[in-house]
């Protein structure tokens, strides 16, 4: 089993920054594809970034490219997503999440098998 913990996630004013981590444990992150998926209220999970297991390709959602940016620190075992230029309707619980390497990124949730906790993230207006 593969645990999975996220940080980071608080209120900021739209315009602002935050980065999330998420640190796995049991099991290396380096023979996984790691992704960020988030909720909001009434809504469904829906994917925001991911990252394949060598860090060589990753996959944003449309209404994230040029703002949010995910990285893996495999010697850390952890996760990164750097979310600049937040706005409200980034709010949301973020989900950090584990698929099996492969070469593509995954953007379905269900394909994904270890799930942290969840990080409350509120912008602002």
């Known amino acids: 089993q593969m645990q999975l913990v996220e940080s980071g996630g608080g209120l900021v004013q739209a315009g602002g920054s935050l980065r999330l981590s998420c640190v796995a444990s049991?099991?290396?992150?380096?023979?996984?594809?790691m992704g960020w998926f988030r909720q909001a209220p009434g809504k469904e999970r829906e994917f925001v970034v991911g990252i394949n297991y060598s860090g060589g390709s990753t996959y944003h959602a449309d209404s994230v490219k040029g703002r949010f940016t995910i990285s893996r620190d495999n010697a850390k075992n952890t996760v990164y997503l750097q979310m600049n230029s937040l706005k409200p309707e980034d709010t949301a619980v973020y989900y950090c999440a584990a698929d099996w390497a492969r070469s593509t990124v995954l953007r379905i949730a269900r394909d994904y098998h270890f799930w942290g906790q969840g990080t409350q993230v509120t912008v602002s207006s």
């Open positions: 049991g099991r290396s992150i380096s023979t996984y594809n």
